[in-house]
């Protein structure tokens, strides 16, 4: 394990050709470089946009309500006089931990339960690929839209829902890939020098399938981004005043058949361009760790 | 083929088990007690002992799940708490409202997608393979609320040609006698073209939104499995003994790239019928969606559960249906079977 980081010199592997690597794919494909851009632009929002925004997202100033976007008000007022530029900037660090969490939790449920099945087999494997075929009976926002009704309307519980929709996916390839590494020689020369089986599979058949988990994250993260939105934007989850991209366009919606299209319109598209990039930025990645499943 | 059906039928039949499991657990679920929760926040002690018998969560687990699985057979799916009224009569009232929708966006897209997928697969690097490659990348992208959203505003506020977003048909307008609850249908049978118009008018713009929706993975694998096929040794073969273009294209491949274009339809499904929910909210849709939605508001969970189990039980008979529709389409597969 220890040798993949420890060899820069040598160009066929290790770190230094990785980024080589993805140097080549990001010159070449222009596209992942936009993509890889906006993904800056958006943490960069995230980690400090309550600081930079003009005007207090919260503070509202009936006199400036319903303004058309203006030099004073980037992408105008909403029907509370509230800044919709502050509000769209500071809605991406609630939206982009929604959708991290969530991601990072059906990793650890969905990958780590897969990982299992795919490498133990037998009654691990059937529980496994039972429980995920029994999500996979529902349509997937119906489900959430089920659990987050069932367990409460708060924040965590759209987290949570939004990973057990994503279960059946991680877990199916996890296993898939845990599944056909259960014999390589590698792990029978870990289990001959005496590891464990719960030591094979977490340092040595985990490790392996990694990569491809990561690319999966970062694809998954845009339908995070979709699925949550959508409960909030159907009154789950995240309650007004706080600002929210779905939650926003739900607010403007109403100002859109009399004409303020702003209030609804500049939220909907951070959200389409957070979406938008994440899902060129899940292509990008896999053409760089998995070229052989290039589209 | 009877054969592949029972098969396909019978292996359906676990996954309907876990579906009514779920839903059950979802109520049991409910946070803090379900009795205390009816009974309301004013209500006595005794009071809430008395709804604890009546909904028999006094009684174990397994004995409610009994229970439960008991009303369902009877097609009980428990009282609205807001309205009072039988939550599966009202499912049964919206439904068609839902399946309209859902059925007319799909249709027209896949009367988009498919033509698209094979011409861009067919004409690699034309302008309009340029237009399937951004269609498909930024249609999954889209919100679909927020689609819906900009049609309105466009076709309505700015070019006033759509009626107002206010659901299934005009106020002027009565609906038509109701004979399958499809307004389309029920206009043509009452022969009411005016009624007809009006319905199609309000439903144009929710099920644009649902089309643009499901066009990019349809249009996305049409193309793919075109391509894969148009590579392959067979229609190599077909080229070679010197069949017309056209009859290479839809006789030879448009028939086996289907088959991957058919499975995709099963995922389609899934997200079009979450989708759905969303349009039916923006465009103020009577359907089942907007059913849900409403209750989720009012915390009245008997809808929400009706409305989950009403969805996953659709979505199971779909791909049951796609899989049998499948075995028509390859008759490899009833060999096997």
Redesign the interface.
């Known amino acids: 394990m220890s040798d993949t980081t420890a060899a820069p010199s040598a160009p066929t592997h290790g770190m230094g050709a990785i980024l080589r690597h993805a140097q080549y794919v990001i010159r070449e494909n222009k596209v992942t470089g936009f993509a890889f851009g906006l993904f800056v632009i958006i943490l960069l929002a995230a980690l400090f946009g309550p600081h930079i925004v003009p005007y207090d997202p919260l503070a509202s100033n009936t006199s400036a309500a319903l303004q058309a976007p203006s030099a004073r008000h980037w992408f105008g007022t909403d029907q509370l006089g509230r800044d919709v530029f502050s509000r769209v900037v500071v809605a991406t660090r609630l939206d982009f931990a929604i959708a991290i969490f969530s991601v990072v939790l059906v990793f650890l449920m969905g990958g780590l339960a897969g990982v299992a099945a795919g490498f133990f087999g037998g009654w691990t494997d059937r529980i496994v690929s039972?429980i995920a075929?029994?999500i996979m009976?529902?349509?997937?926002?119906?489900?959430?839209?089920?659990?987050v009704?069932?367990?409460?309307?708060t924040v965590e519980n759209i987290v949570l829902a939004t990973a057990i929709v994503n279960f059946p996916l991680y877990a199916r390839i996890a296993r898939a890939e845990a599944n056909v590494r259960r014999e390589a020689g590698f792990v029978q020369a870990a289990r001959l020098s005496g590891n464990g089986e719960m030591r094979i599979l977490l340092g040595h058949i985990l490790p392996n399938i990694m990569p491809i988990m990561v690319v999966q994250m970062s694809l998954t993260m845009?339908y995070a981004i979709?699925n949550a939105?959508?409960l909030s934007?159907?009154?789950?989850g995240v309650r007004p005043p706080t600002p929210e991209w779905?939650i926003m366009?739900?607010e403007?919606?109403a100002f859109?058949?009399?004409?303020e299209?702003w209030i609804?319109?500049f939220p909907?598209l951070g959200?389409?361009m957070a979406?938008?990039c994440f899902?060129?930025l899940g292509d990008g990645l896999r053409d760089i760790i998995d070229p052989q499943r290039r589209? | 083929m009877l054969h592949l059906i029972l098969k396909r039928t019978a292996l359906a039949i676990p996954s309907l088990i876990g579906v009514v499991i779920v839903t059950f657990l979802l109520t049991r679920a409910l946070p803090g007690d379900p009795a205390a929760y009816f009974a309301g926040p004013a209500a006595s002690k005794e009071a809430i002992e008395q709804i604890r018998v009546a909904l028999g969560i006094d009684q174990p687990l397994i004995v409610q799940f009994g229970r439960y699985v008991g009303d369902l057979a009877r097609g009980d799916l428990g009282n609205s708490l807001s309205t009072g009224l039988p939550v599966a009569t009202e499912i049964r009232t919206r439904l068609p409202a839902s399946a309209e929708l859902t059925i007319l966006g799909l249709l027209v897209s896949i009367l988009i997608a498919v033509p698209l997928g094979i011409f861009a697969a067919t004409n690699p690097g034309s302008i309009l393979d340029h237009t399937c490659r951004i269609l498909t990348t930024a249609g999954v992208s889209l919100p679909v609320f927020f689609t819906g959203l900009i049609l309105v505003y466009f076709f309505y506020y700015q070019l006033g040609i759509a009626p107002a977003p206010l659901g299934r048909l005009d106020i002027f307008f009565s609906p038509p006698p109701r004979v399958t609850g499809f307004f389309l249908i029920d206009s043509l049978i009452a022969r009411d073209g005016e009624v007809f118009l009006a319905s199609l008018k309000q439903l144009i713009l929710p099920a644009a939104t649902l089309a643009i929706f499901s066009l990019a993975p349809i249009a996305r694998m049409t193309r793919a499995s075109m391509l894969a096929v148009l590579g392959s040794e067979f229609v190599r073969t077909a080229r070679a003994s010197g069949l017309s273009p056209g009859t290479v294209i839809v006789t030879y491949a448009f028939r086996n790239a289907m088959l991957p274009v058919v499975t995709t339809l099963g995922m389609v499904f899934s997200f079009l019928l979450g989708a759905n929910v969303l349009v039916e909210k923006v465009f103020a849709w009577p359907g089942i969606g907007s059913f849900a939605v409403e209750a989720l508001i009012a915390s009245d969970f008997a809808p929400v559960q009706g409305f989950v189990l009403t969805m996953a039980v659709m979505y199971v008979v779909l791909n049951l249906l796609i899989d049998i529709l499948y075995g028509l389409i390859d008759p490899r597969v009833r060999i096997e079977a």
């Open positions: 039972r075929d029994t009976a529902f349509p997937l926002f119906v489900l959430a839209m089920g659990i009704a069932a367990l409460g309307n845009g979709l939105a959508g934007f159907i009154g789950l779905g366009v739900a403007g919606a859109m058949v009399s004409g299209w609804a319109f909907g959200l389409m979406v938008f899902n060129l589209t």
